[in-house]
């Protein structure tokens, strides 16, 4: 088990040699006024004081420490309950059933006159030495990232967020010196972890309306999509505030800006934080362009299919050259306006072949007409040219209402009858 390893390791044997030392000279000694077999209070704050680890750091803590793994690298027990773990604290970290029945026999809880003291600096010195060493294994293993999917270390409810403020916790309520025992290197106790709010984000989405207004979200997404690590870090967090939700959404269509996504200068911090749906859509519409559209569409075959269906069409033309083509086709600019010219091209060349002109992706395609002529060029066998109805473009533009709803129904049903065998292809 890598955690027997850990806590085996020359490093940690170090500091468990200094604990054990310094301890068992008195240097760390408990204050006359604490007493752990007895105190009440002073057991609850520590023991809530360890229960700050989250369930599955404090359950491999208190396995290694406590030496409760049988060294054959089996593997870790199921996961306990807080409660459990809450009693294992209280029994063999504040207490050692060992050194008890050692001193009473079983016949009492707490032995008489030299035997008492003897029992209860037995007990403290017990206490101190598996605390600061449960602290420092968990320091050590979190660094190390001992658990394969890397939880926090702290729950997110705690009071305390680092393994200095554990330290610090302990030296306040027991120690009978005043400073930290972090600030003594003899002792060998050097601790590093902090967890940030960042930590403890939960970067999974369920809703695009709610979980992209704090921009935190969004710039992970960045930081994967540019492989840079300077985004997460100008974040606000806590995002409580709207002026810390637009700051974070503007930092990050900064990003985007400097990573060359086009077609955002319309999109504002402010219709991200305002859930506006169509700007979101846009925002996410321009990243895919810019940084997965390559992985979808091949510019090279398109222009390839283009030059194809041009030369197919001028030989229907009896070689007379027709206008549309990859000729007059500026391929200048970013992913996102290379990408939709080649796709424009490409939708007029198809049309072509059946009169029908593509001047843009909003108005050309709100009849549906356009893209049942896309699939019908490519499969016909699924979409018929008959199946395909006549629309208000088609259609002659008279007074009579009759024959504009009939265009309007017909536009729906196109429509539908594209979705439906694009859902089948």
Not at 31 to 60: F, P
Not at 147 to 166: G, I, M, N, R
Not at 369 to 392: D, E, G, H
């Amino acid at each position: 088990k890598a955690a027997t390893v850990l806590f085996t390791s020359f490093e940690m044997m170090e500091t468990l040699d200094s604990i054990e030392r310094e301890v068992g000279r008195g240097r760390l000694v408990l204050r006359s006024d604490r007493d752990i077999l007895a105190d009440v209070q002073l057991r609850e704050r520590l023991t809530e004081l360890l229960l700050s680890y989250s369930s599955r750091w404090l359950q491999l803590g208190l396995e290694t420490v406590l030496g409760l793994y049988d060294g054959e690298g089996r593997k870790m027990s199921e996961r306990l309950p807080k409660k459990f773990l809450k009693r294992v604290i209280e029994e063999m970290i504040l207490s050692e059933p060992s050194t008890v029945m050692k001193y009473t026999g079983g016949r009492c809880k707490t032995p008489c006159g030299k035997f008492e003291k003897r029992l209860r600096a037995r007990l403290q010195q017990h206490a101190l030495t598996k605390m600061l060493t449960l602290v420092a294994f968990l320091d050590l293993a979190k660094e190390r990232h001992l658990l394969a999917d890397d939880p926090c270390l702290f729950e997110k409810s705690a009071t305390v967020k680092s393994s200095l403020q554990v330290l610090v916790s302990i030296c306040q309520d027991c120690f009978a010196r005043d400073e930290c025992i972090a600030k003594h290197s003899y002792l060998g106790i050097s601790v590093s972890h902090v967890q940030n709010p960042l930590d403890e984000y939960e970067f999974f989405i369920e809703n695009l309306a709610v979980d992209l207004k704090d921009g935190v979200r969004l710039a992970k997404m960045v930081e994967i999509l540019t492989m840079t690590k300077n985004v997460l870090t100008e974040m606000r967090l806590p995002a409580v505030s709207r002026d810390h939700k637009i700051h974070n959404v503007g930092i990050v269509l900064s990003a985007l800006h400097n990573a060359g996504v086009g077609n955002i200068s319309d999109v504002t911090a402010a219709h991200i934080v305002d859930a506006h749906q169509p700007r979101i859509l846009q925002l996410l519409w321009s990243i895919i362009v810019e940084f997965q559209i390559a992985a979808v569409l091949d510019a090279s075959a398109i222009c390839k299919e283009i030059d194809r269906l041009s030369q197919l069409k001028t030989r229907e033309n009896n070689n007379v050259k027709d206008s549309l083509g990859l000729e007059q086709l500026d391929l200048t600019g970013g992913t996102y306006e290379r990408i939709k010219r080649l796709l424009l091209v490409w939708c007029q060349v198809v049309c072509s072949f059946h009169g029908v002109s593509v001047e843009n992706f909003s108005t050309s395609f709100a009849d549906g007409k356009v893209l049942c002529l896309l699939i019908s060029f490519y499969l016909p066998s699924i979409l018929p040219l008959q199946a395909i109805r006549p629309t208000v473009s088609d259609l002659q533009i008279t007074t009579k209402t009759g024959v504009k709803i009939a265009g309007y129904v017909h536009k729906k049903g196109n429509l539908a009858l594209a979705m439906a065998r694009m859902s089948e292809v």
